[in-house]
């Protein structure tokens, strides 16, 4: 699977929208654009994913640039619990791909109330 | 409804004892994955199990861990002769194979302490 890079880390303020960015500029046609995230002492927990276009739902959106080079975790309204390590993953379609994910350091986000 | 299930949640052992740790899946979720995470790092992907395939052991890192799962549900994760360098949360993940989304379900982890 290919490379992502995120910031370390990040700040936000409650009940403030939050962009966590994400790059992957080696991304393949078939590799879909996933987002966890770790909230503290807890498993990971799916957020996100997306191919081409920009997808919403519950949690979060996920803008994903019109050459798929990167893409960006949009949090509409930050809380205090959605402070976590948000992962950004490459996964390539099921099809001949390994099943698991490969996590990378991921960026700490910071909820200030 | 129920999800991933893992058992102990803490296990202190000391170096040289066998560990056993298990993972009680999303009933139906015909994968299941074990992962470890060490104090400050990123997860690290161990062993994966798919149906009734041969399992992926290429995350093992060393021949003293192996796991097993039995009738495609429970799983255990066996560490041998513990070292202290193997203390870390082992977090177990299931899903349902679909072909282009494999959403991960996962586990409140065991953390093991190797003294």
């Known amino acids: 699977d290919a490379k992502t890079t995120q910031p370390n880390s990040m700040e936000s303020n409650e009940e403030e929208p939050v962009h966590l960015p994400c790059n992957h500029s080696?991304?393949?046609?078939?590799?879909?654009i996933h987002w966890y995230r770790q909230l503290p002492s807890q498993g990971p927990e799916y957020v996100i994913h997306?191919?081409?276009s920009n997808v919403n739902n519950r949690m979060a959106s996920l803008a994903i640039a019109e050459d798929r080079k990167s893409s960006t975790l949009i949090l509409h309204r930050a809380t205090l619990r959605d402070a976590a390590v948000y992962y950004c993953?490459?996964?390539?379609?099921?099809?001949?791909?390994?099943?698991?994910?490969?996590f990378g350091k991921g960026t700490k986000l910071s909820v200030k109330p | 409804g129920a999800g991933v299930s893992q058992s102990p949640s803490n296990k202190v052992t000391e170096k040289g004892k066998d560990v056993e740790l298990r993972c009680d899946p999303i009933?139906?979720?015909?994968?299941l994955y074990w992962y470890r995470q060490s104090l400050g790092q990123g997860l690290e992907f161990l062993i994966y199990?798919?149906?009734?395939?041969?399992?992926?052991k290429s995350g093992l890192p060393s021949d003293r861990f192996s796991a097993e799962r039995t009738g495609g549900s429970v799983s255990t994760l066996t560490i041998q002769r513990t070292q202290q360098e193997d203390s870390a949360v082992y977090l177990c993940?299931?899903?349902?194979?679909?072909?282009?989304?494999?959403?991960?379900?996962f586990g409140p982890g065991t953390r093991l302490t190797v003294t």
């Open positions: 993940a299931s899903s349902v194979r679909t072909s282009k989304h494999d959403e991960q379900y």
């Open positions: 993953i490459l996964r390539r379609n099921y099809g001949g791909s390994q099943g698991n994910l490969i």
């Open positions: 199990f798919q149906g009734n395939s041969a399992p992926d």
């Open positions: 997306g191919l081409t």
């Open positions: 009933s139906g979720h015909t994968a």
């Open positions: 080696t991304i393949s046609g078939t590799d879909y």
